[in-house]
């Protein structure tokens, strides 16, 4: 771990955590005030997770030695594709930019809104980075506090990141596909539609879902191939874990999608046949009246007061059987009828 000239100037303001994971023993949070002097520590490794939003903390990236200056222009130009990969400076650093959920703070379910998760990690350090508060992160930061994790590098607790974000998005489809069985059943049952509203947000839902992990499919595969040296056997194997899970949920996502897609054709099908038999009601009774509707019209008719028309109903008659006709005629004619 290189020393860095710029540690005196570390953004304080920006730090939303910060965790040291000593060889031996549990980890530990750092005061803000010993970041800087822990970085230094070669026993202990350590995971800064900060606000990105932060003038202080973009002002940091700038000038410290510990982001190389190619991941601190990727987010500067804001990207928010899926990747990793590395990078030969800094130890072999290994660069993320991943999909995490967005936190609403008061709502425990996953409404699926995205955004953007920067890491740097090396064999000592991680550093994370987000612009809003996300789901992943903090469900680390309560897990580390609470003990239900003890990670002793940063390479650890960057697959217990990876796990974590997994099961958030496993949550999330759980929840669509119940939501997606209740809508079956209820066409099913034939009780009543779904409301095109709902299949259409879980088909949009799914359809941005496949959009924003397949990438990260390939990124991973990408970092399989081009391990950084210090990815010992037993990580890498763990991380071709992650990209088994990773490649079910994804297709999971793909099954959803379908499966909504399925039952927006089956609902079309039945309003069809529902608008069908209601059309066929409807001909009918337009079938039964017709013949009365036609005799009180005709007989309803009173043409004595009429100017030019007294006594010539059989005149009348015989213009309103050659209106039918040509009607008829032309409906013919146009393949209509």
Known sequence: MQTDATLNLFPIAGVVFAWAMPKTGNGYEIPLFEIAQSIEDPDISIWLHLNLSNSQVQRWLEKTSLVPERVTEMIEEGVNLSRMERIEKLDDCLVMVMNDFHQEFGEEQVDGSLGTLWAII??????????????????????????????????????????????????????????????????????????????????????????????????????????????????????????????????????????AKVLQDEQAAHVAEFNAKNLQ??????????????????????????????????????????????????????RII
């Open 281 to 334: 009601v409807l001909s009918v009774m337009t079938v039964i009246f017709l013949p009365m509707t036609l005799i009180s019209g005709i007989m309803g008719m009173n043409m004595e007061d009429l100017p030019g028309l007294r006594g010539s109903f059989y005149e009348v008659m015989i213009v309103m059987s050659i209106a039918g006709g040509a009607v008829y005629g032309a409906l013919k004619l146009k």
């Open 122 to 259: 090396t064999p000592k350090l991680m550093i994370s980075l987000r612009n809003n508060p996300l789901r992943t992160t903090d469900k680390l930061r309560y897990d580390l506090r609470s003990g239900h994790i003890n990670p002793s590098s940063a390479i650890e607790l960057f697959h217990e990141l990876l796990d974590l974000r997994a099961e958030q998005l496993r949550t999330l489809l759980v929840h669509l596909s119940g939501d997606m069985d209740i809508l079956e059943e209820n066409l099913l049952k034939g009780k009543e539609f779904p409301e095109h509203e709902s299949l259409g947000r879980i088909r949009i839902q799914c359809s941005r879902l496949r959009r924003h992990f397949s990438p990260e499919l390939i990124a991973l595969h990408r970092l399989l191939k081009r391990l950084p040296y210090w990815f010992s056997d037993e990580n890498k194997s763990r991380l071709t874990d992650d990209l088994d899970l990773l490649s079910y949920l994804v297709q999971d996502i793909s099954s959803l999608y379908d499966r």
